[in-house]
């Protein structure tokens, strides 16, 4: 699992060097599908990582909001202020944590009872999900996306 949450930083760090060569305004134009524009998605994924980390710690959840995040350089700024408790977090990691349940409120009230290691799986497919997203809109500006392959990128460390 440590091995796909490494992954998952270091492509996003691989589309932070990509949105480099493309103008604020693609950045931030609203796009079909995803949670809006390319820049607001990675935001969401920034976010929605350290979110899920803190409610398993146990710890409050507030969500930022990108209105305050609108570039780059601010999208950057705020994973490097939030990967270094996910890192920690994700570097302590053991199967003793696996089985722990977290209970939760859904916004319509329904009470979810998830295995820690599911949450932990979500968070990663989460991300997946959108570097997928990420790639189409890449290609609709005729634009080479970032490999999404694992194979070849020197994880095996980060077992």
């Not at 409610?55 to 959840?61: A, S, T």
């Not at 859904?106 to 790639?135: C, F, N």
Request: charged share 35%.
């Amino acid at each position: 699992m440590k091995m796909l949450f490494h992954y998952n930083w270091k492509v996003r760090e691989e589309w932070y060097a990509w949105c480099e060569g493309v103008s604020e305004e693609e950045l931030l134009k609203k796009r079909t599908g995803g949670v809006g524009s390319i820049l607001e998605t990675l935001f969401h994924n920034i976010d929605v990582e350290w979110s899920w980390i803190r409610v398993l710690k146990g710890e409050d959840d507030f969500k930022e909001d990108f209105e305050g995040y609108r570039s780059l350089e601010k999208v950057r700024e705020l994973d490097a202020r939030f990967k270094p408790e996910v890192e920690e977090f994700v570097a302590n990691w053991d199967s003793s944590m696996e089985d722990r349940v977290l209970v939760s409120t859904g916004k319509d009230g329904t009470e979810y009872t998830d295995p820690w290691g599911e949450v932990m799986r979500h968070i990663i497919a989460h991300e997946i999900h959108h570097i997928g997203q990420l790639s189409v809109w890449s290609r609709e500006l005729d634009r080479e996306p970032v490999s999404a392959d694992l194979l070849g990128r020197g994880l095996s460390d980060n077992q």
